[in-house]
């Protein structure tokens, strides 16, 4: 299973993004999927999360600015970034907690990372 992520970039204090992440290989089912992020010197925190029966959650700093969505037919998970402010500035990360046999329990995958910068 690979995790592919795309979208990052350098914005504009305010400024939007739209991160993807796109899964591929052999998938029996997803329990998970989410966005992390990791500034210089930091550890990695969850930003949203999106579950398989559409529960979402946010960290306090993103929401109302940031949106997570799946296409379960492309085994993609988005993540829209509006309102971006400096602070945000990190190295995002998506990871899927997924199965890839019915004889296994649940593995979790990352993707590669993607820089995210906001600028003053």
């Known amino acids: 299973v690979q995790l592919q992520a795309s979208g990052g970039g350098l914005v504009q204090a305010g400024g939007s993004l739209r991160l993807s992440c796109a899964a591929s290989?052999?998938?029996?089912?997803?329990?998970?999927m989410g966005w992390y992020r990791q500034a210089p010197g930091k550890q990695r925190d969850l930003v949203p999360s999106i579950t398989s029966g559409g529960s979402i959650s946010y960290v306090d700093s993103v929401k109302g600015r940031f949106t997570i969505s799946r296409d379960n037919a492309k085994n993609t998970v988005y993540l829209q970034m509006n309102s971006l402010k400096p602070e945000d500035t990190a190295v995002y990360y998506c990871n899927a907690r997924l199965r890839t046999s019915i004889y296994r329990p649940a593995g979790d995958y990352w993707g590669q990372g993607t820089q995210v910068t906001g600028l003053q």
């Open positions: 290989g052999s998938i029996v089912s997803w329990n998970v």
